[in-house]
């Protein structure tokens, strides 16, 4: 059975750094495959990929945030942690982490799709 | 900068057949965009009822389907049901980065 879990700060100040980690169980994040990614979502406002980290180390960022945020993994605790830096406002919302599942076809490994979130966690940016 | 759009807000009578679509502005959506559907249900996280198109998991309820049409990924849900009322949200991939849609807010009425 895979469960993921989100846990962090509830509030932080404008211009500070968020950091943020999934717990996760049910599965290795050093199996071939597999990867974890952040989404996050605004109140009353849609979806939004943030980042995912593979199984071989290698990462991607939205290009809209990929210079304030970063993407780490801990295999032996089974944990993702996701930085995120100069925090706004704007940044309020929940922030959900994801299994994501990726299908090897000859030569290559092909995304499937994001099949287990956490339940997500609010993060209220004010001073 | 890429956008995914969805129909903001569709309607559905129980019983009845709807589908959304969501489309890109890059051009028409094909296999290798690896679409999938989410849904989420106010106060709850979004869970993946397709993927790959037209791919399904164990808990996907037989009535969903999925395809793609005239250049647009699409959500079928065949026979609406009331517990059906939610979010309905689109992933594309782009070669190493994953968008979402805006959303269409579906009611059962």
């Known amino acids: 059975q895979i469960t993921l879990k989100e846990s962090g700060p509830t509030v932080v100040k404008p211009t500070q750094t968020l950091t943020l980690t999934c717990t996760f169980s049910g599965f290795s994040l050093s199996t071939s495959g597999v990867a974890v990614a952040w989404i996050r979502q605004p109140p009353g406002k849609p979806l939004e990929w943030l980042a995912l980290?593979?199984?071989?180390?290698?990462?991607r960022y939205s290009p809209s945030l990929k210079n304030r945020v970063a993407i780490t993994k801990d295999t032996s605790r089974n944990q993702v942690v996701l930085t995120m830096t100069h925090m706004d406002p704007i940044d309020t919302g929940t922030y959900y982490c994801?299994?994501?599942?990726?299908?090897?076809?000859?030569?290559?490994?092909?995304?499937?799709?994001?099949?287990?979130w956490g339940q997500g966690t609010l993060i209220t940016v004010s001073s | 900068q890429t956008v995914v759009t969805q129909e903001p807000s569709l309607t559905v009578s129980p019983g009845e057949t709807i589908t959304l679509t969501c489309a890109s502005n890059?051009?028409?959506?094909?296999?290798?965009?690896?679409p999938s559907w989410l849904q989420q249900i106010p106060g709850q996280a979004p869970r993946t009822l397709i993927y790959?198109?037209?791919q399904t998991y164990f808990w996907t309820p037989a009535r969903f389907s999925g395809s793609l049409l005239g250049g647009k990924s699409a959500l079928t849900l065949s026979g609406a049901q009331p517990e059906d009322e939610a979010e309905y949200y689109c992933l594309l991939y782009y070669d190493g980065a994953w968008v979402f849609g805006g959303g269409t807010k579906l009611t059962v009425l």
């Open positions: 980290i593979y199984w071989d180390d290698d990462s």
């Open positions: 790959s198109i037209s």
């Open positions: 890059t051009g028409a959506v094909t296999r290798d965009f690896f």
């Open positions: 994801a299994h994501a599942s990726f299908f090897y076809n000859p030569g290559m490994y092909s995304f499937g799709s994001f099949d287990y």
